[in-house]
């Protein structure tokens, strides 16, 4: 593990145990775990997850997400996002994470509002489906009102967090200190410091954010 102090932390996305235990070595702050980046990630398997809060010792965070596909929910895709929810209640996780697209495209506030009071006392974050909506910054505000989330994952509406560098600099003057937006997307340990110079974000997210985990 590194002594170094940064002036920032950095969340290290991982799919499996030994790269969660080999980002923490290397000195990442939290993990969010996942499972099939192929698909934009989908909901960990229980089990994994109750390995990795046993054995290390950061803050874990679970995306949830049960299907690949849209980021729209039916009323059936609602509830196995809750029952994913009310299963990882059960660990000793930090939050969880996760979005719903609106048949407008837009987040769908109102049903994320509800998962966010169901998974109370966990922390929620709001996953990289802002990126999809038509009006991030309105989004930005309205989740900031609900007064619901601790942070969000984003890449300033661009598929990489250096091409929404312009978005994520309004993003994070907007949301002052009321919500942590975590800028990602082909963050890598290689270019950390360069964006860090353009950001001066708080926190940073990627799978590869303290080095190649395999």
């Not at 170094?4 to 993990?31: M, S």
């Not at 995306?63 to 059960?90: A, M, N, Q, V, W």
């Not at 697209?101 to 974050?125: G, T």
């Not at 963050?187 to 950390?192: D, F, K, P, S, V």
Request: hydrophobic share 40%.
């Amino acid at each position: 593990m590194t002594n170094k102090t940064l002036p920032y932390q950095r969340e290290a996305c991982v799919t499996t145990f030994n790269q969660a235990l080999k980002a923490w070595k290397w000195g990442a702050d939290q993990l969010e775990v996942c499972s099939y980046l192929e698909f934009e990630g989908l909901t960990p398997d229980f089990n994994l997850v109750k390995k990795i809060v046993n054995e290390i010792p950061i803050p874990v965070k679970v995306l949830i997400r049960p299907l690949p596909g849209s980021f729209y929910c039916t009323p059936k895709h609602f509830e196995f996002i809750r029952e994913d929810i009310d299963e990882f209640k059960l660990l000793p996780i930090q939050g969880v994470v996760f979005g719903i697209l609106s048949e407008k495209n837009q987040l769908d506030i109102k049903r994320m509002n509800e998962l966010a009071q169901f998974a109370f006392p966990l922390q929620s974050s709001v996953h990289k489906v802002i990126d999809q909506s038509n009006d991030i910054l309105e989004d930005l505000q309205l989740i900031k009102q609900s007064g619901l989330f601790k942070s969000i994952l984003t890449s300033g509406g661009s598929t990489q967090a250096l091409g929404g560098i312009k978005m994520l600099k309004e993003m994070i003057n907007l949301s002052s200190d009321e919500i942590q937006i975590i800028p990602a997307g082909k963050i890598t340990n290689e270019n950390l410091e360069t964006i860090h110079k353009l950001l001066n974000a708080t926190i940073y997210h990627g799978k590869s954010i303290v080095g190649k985990l395999g």
